[in-house]
C-alpha cells in the first residue's frame, strides 16, 4: 500500500492495492462486549467494567475506501492498511490552494495575489455514520505512531510552512458532530480533542456557527503539556462526557505505556455535545493508524446505515455512434464505492425481461481502475440490441458478477416516491437504468448550477429536518440539524416532483455541474470524485442520470479553479511556479475529460478538444457541445507593459478584433457543422452569454454600463470576447433553425437576437444563489453593452419575476429553474421551443419569467436571403448548397418524396445567384445548378 511512483518528478502515495484486497470490506456490526476486549492490545485498559456498544476494529484486507460506517469529505486522508486505519499521504494535488488564478483576485475579498503560499492543508474528520452519541457516553480509541513527519521537504519547499514545524501533526477525536462533512477547516458543531507531535494535549470547541463557506476556528478549552510523540508508540485515548454539577463536562485521559494523564473541561452550551456523531481527526503530516475505535453510553442512537456500491452509472449520449456493421453503441461511466475488478452493463427492451435480468445479454463491459485521476470508475462501450431511435431501452450495472443497479437509499418515506426526490420509482429504491427513445420531439431538460451547499428560503428552512437518519444520509446530516453547510440533492421541498411528467429524453447537465472547489479544494483524488459524487450522485440526481440519456459541458469550477480560462489554463499545467499546484490542475483536468467523454487515457498537458456533435439516430436533430472557455484568448489587456507600453492601459481591449473565443480550430470546425448539417434544428451548448446583457461585480461599479473589462465577472462571459462573439453570432444566423443556450449565470433567460434572429437562453441555478446583476436600462427591448438589439421574452432572477423587473412577492417560491426545451423537425416548418421552469413546477403550471419561446425554422436567421426554386432529387438524402467555388452555403436533408424542404438561403444582395445543389445517398449521387431569386424581406 505504501508503494510510491514517481510523476513529474515527485513522489506519490500510489493507489498500489497488491493481493490483500477485499473488494467489498464488510460492515462492522454492533458489538456488546466489555470494554477489556475494546481496549485489547493496546497500552493498558481503562476500565475493564464498562460496557461497549459500537466496535470497530478494521479487520478487513487492504483497501483505499474507508468503509461504508465511516464518513468524510476528505477519504484521501485515509485508508484500510494491516487491519488498521491509516492516515494517506503524498496525494495528487496536495498542494493546491482554495484558487490560484491572478485575475480572479482583482474583484474579490481574497488578498493580493502571490505565486507564493503555504500547501500545508487544514485537519480533516473521518465520521461515524452509524451512531448518534448524547448524555453520558465516551469514546475510546488506541493509535500507533508511525512517523512524525511523513512528508520529505521538496527542492523549493519553505522551511516555515506550517506542515513541517513542530506542534503541527495531531491526530484525535472529534465529538458533537451536526453533519457529516464538517471536516478541512469547515467545522461547525461540537468538540476537537487533538494530541500533537510536541505532546501537547487540547481540547477545543466550535460554536455552532451556520455561516455558510466560512471557515471557523476552533476556540481553546483547556490544554496540557505531555512528552513529545515517538515513532512507533502506542497510544489509547479516551473522551468522556459527564455532568458536573449539572454541567457538561468532557474528561479525556490519555495512555502512553505506564503513564496516564487527564485533561478535563467544561463544555460551553454553544458547543453542545447533545445528540451528534463521533469520529476521528488528523493534522498536519503525521503518520499514525487507528487499530480500534469503540464507543459505549446509556444513551447511543444507532442509524441504519444504507449506502449503494454502484454510485452511479451513466450513459453519455453525445458518444452515441452507430457503427459500419449497423449496430448502436454507446458509453456509460461508473462509479464504485469500493474495489473491484470487472463492470457490466446489461441491456433489454423491457425493464422486466421475460427470463430476468441474470439472463439479458451482456452489452459491454470494462475494467474498474484506480490510478491518479480515477477512483473505482469503469469506462464500458455498450452494444444497444436495438435502434434507439425506435424503443425505449433499460439497462442494469453488474459490479464482479452481482448487479447494483437500483439505489438502497430510497427505501425511507423520507425521500421515497411522492416527496419530489426520485420521480416515480418504487419504494424500494430498486429502479433499472432507461435509455428514452430517441425520436421527434427532442426534449431537453438544462440543468446548471449544481452545488447543493446552501439553502434560503423566503417561509421556511427547507432541508435537513425534514429527513429521516436513515434515508441514506441523502443531505450527510441528521434531523434537527438546520446548517448551511451541506449537500444534498434538492434546494427546496418538492424539487423535481414533476420531472418525468415532462417526458425527458435528454438531462443536459451545463457549467458549474459540480463545483470541485466550493466547498474544499480537494487535496487527493479521492476528494475530488467525493465532491463530484456528493454533488451529482445524491438519490435525485443519481435517478436523473440513470433515467435519461446525458450530456455534460462543465464549467470553471468543476475544474477546481474559479474563472479558469485562455491560455493562463494551460500554463498552470505547464509549469510549477505559477501560484497553483500543477499536478492538481493536471488531474482535475484529466478527471473532467473522463467523467464527460468516458475517455480511458488523458493527456494532463494538452489542451482538451471536447467539442462535438450529437447527431440524433434520425439524422433530423444535432446538439453541439462547445467550450468557449479553454480555447479563448487571454483576458489581460495590457500589451508590452514591461517593454515601454506600461504608461498606455488597455491596448489589448476586449474588442480588439484579433481576440478569439474559440480558438481557430474549434471555430472552424463549428463553421463546417453549421454549413454542412443537414438537421433540420441545431442546438448548441457551452456559449455562456454571447451577448452582453449582464453586469459586472465591485471592479464595474463606476462604469456606466456596469461592465468593466477588468471585472473577473463580465471577464467570464463569453460575449466579453466581444469580436468573437460577433463572429459566432455572424455564423448561427446565416442559417435557419440554430438556437443556443447555456448555464453558469445563476440566471433564467430566454431572449433573441433581432438581427439575426438566434434565441439564446440560459438556465440554472438548481442549488446554489447568485444570479449575475442586470446592466442598466435592461428591458423587454434593449440594446446590450456591445449594441446589439435584442428583445428579452423571460427573466427569472433571483429578484425579479420577468423582463419589466417585477420583484418577487413574499409566497414565490425562490427561483431554482430548469430550462424545458423541445426541437421537433417532424413539423412542415420545424419548431422549437423554450419554457423557465422552477423545480417545483408541473408541465401544465404557468411558465416563469415572464413567457416562454416557441420559434419556426424559418423565421430565425438573418432576414436577408434568396428565393430557392422548389427542388426534388434523390429521397431521404442529405442535400448539400453549395457556392459556384465549392464553399458549402447549408445542408438539408430531402423528404421520403425526394422534395427539399428548404425555400431559401440566407445571403446579402450582391453575393452570386448561382448555387449548385448535391444530393448524395449511399453511393448514388445527382447534383443541378439552381438559380436563385433575391427577396425583399422587412
Known sequence: MNDAKTQSGHRYDAPNLGENVNPTPTRRDLLKISAGAALAGIAKPINAADEVSLLETFDQGDSLFHGVDWETLNPGFWKIQDRSLRRRFNQVGSRARATGFPFHHIDTHLPEFSADYDPSLPPATLWRRDVLASGKFQVDVSFTIHQIHAEVRRDGDSEDWKMYQEGSGALGIRLGGKHLFETFGYDRHGVRIFLYDDGRLVIQRFENSSALRTKVDAKMIASMNLARLQQGEKISMRAEQGLVDDKPSLDVTVIRGEHTSTL???????????????????AGILDFSVDQFSVSG????????????????????????????????????????????????????????????????????????????????????????????????FYTVWKDGVECTGDVRINNDAIGPGTGYVGDVPKSGSYVGRLPRLSAPYKMCGLSCHAFTGFKSRKESWGLQHLDHSAGNATRSFEGAVDSFLFRDQPTEGAFAHLEEYDFQIMLWEDDVWYMELVLYPPSTEDAYKTIAASICGPTSRWQMM???????????????????????????????????????????????????????????????????????????????????LWRSS???????????????????????????????????????????????????????????????????????????????????????????DRILDLLGSRQGVATVFGDIHVGS????????????SFGPIGRYGGRDLIPNFGPKMQ????????????????????????????????????????DPSKLDPEMSFAIRNLLDHPADSVRGGSGLKQVASKTGRAARWELPKIKTLENAPVLFLTNEGRPIRAIRSRADGSVPLDSLIGAKDEEREVLMVARRKGETESQVLQMKWLEVD
Open 264 to 282: 478535563s473541561a467544561f463544555i460551553p452550551p454553544e458547543s453542545s455535545l447533545d445528540q451528534g456523531y463521533v469520529g476521528l481527526t488528523a
Open 298 to 393: 446509556d444513551d447511543l442512537q444507532t442509524l441504519n446505515v444504507t449506502e449503494n456500491e454502484c454510485i452511479t452509472c451513466y450513459p453519455l449520449g453525445d458518444t452515441l455512434r452507430q457503427t459500419a456493421d449497423g449496430t448502436w453503441q454507446v458509453r456509460f461511466v461508473a462509479m464504485f464505492q469500493s474495489e473491484g475488478k470487472h463492470a457490466q452493463i446489461r441491456i433489454a427492451d423491457s425493464e422486466n425481461p421475460a427470463n430476468g435480468w441474470q439472463k439479458a445479454n451482456v452489452a459491454g463491459e470494462g475494467e474498474i481502475i484506480t490510478n491518479d485521476f480515477r477512483v473505482r470508475t469503469s469506462a464500458i462501450t455498450a452494444v444497444l440490441p436495438a435502434d434507439p431511435s425506435e424503443k425505449t431501452l
Open 547 to 629: 433515467r435519461h440519456w446525458n450530456v455534460i459541458n462543465p464549467g470553471d469550477h468543476d475544474y477546481g479553479m474559479d474563472d479558469v480560462k485562455g491560455p493562463e489554463q494551460i500554463v498552470l499545467r505547464k509549469y510549477e511556479d505559477l501560484g497553483q499546484d500543477r499536478d492538481y490542475m493536471r488531474r482535475n483536468f484529466r478527471i473532467v475529460h473522463h467523467l464527460v467523454t468516458g475517455e480511458e487515457e488523458v493527456d494532463p498537458e494538452a489542451n482538451p478538444k471536447k467539442w462535438r456533435r450529437w447527431h440524433m439516430p434520425d439524422g433530423d436533430f444535432s446538439l453541439l457541445v462547445l467550450d468557449a472557455r
Open 635 to 725: 483576458q489581460d489587456t495590457d500589451l508590452w507593459s514591461e517593454e515601454g507600453w506600461g504608461h498606455k492601459e488597455n491596448l489589448y481591449d476586449r474588442r480588439d478584433p484579433t481576440r478569439s473565443l474559440l480558438g481557430e480550430e474549434q471555430f472552424a470546425w463549428l463553421t463546417e457543422i453549421i454549413r454542412t448539417d443537414p438537421s433540420p434544428l441545431i442546438c448548441l451548448t457551452g456559449l455562456n452569454a454571447l451577448h452582453t446583457v449582464w453586469a459586472g461585480h465591485k471592479s464595474s461599479e463606476k462604469h456606466p454600463k456596469k461592465f468593466g473589462q477588468l471585472d473577473r465577472v463580465t471577464a467570464d462571459y463569453a460575449g466579453w470576447v466581444a469580436a468573437g462573439a
Open 750 to 761: 430566454i431572449i433573441t437576437n433581432s438581427e439575426q434572429r438566434i434565441a439564446e437562453c
Open 784 to 823: 446590450d453593452v456591445d449594441g446589439r438589439p435584442v428583445s428579452v421574452h423571460a427573466l427569472y432572477h433571483q429578484d425579479y419575476k420577468d423582463p419589466h423587473l417585477t420583484q418577487h412577492d413574499d409566497h414565490d417560491p425562490l427561483y431554482y429553474n430548469f430550462l424545458e426545451m423541445s426541437f
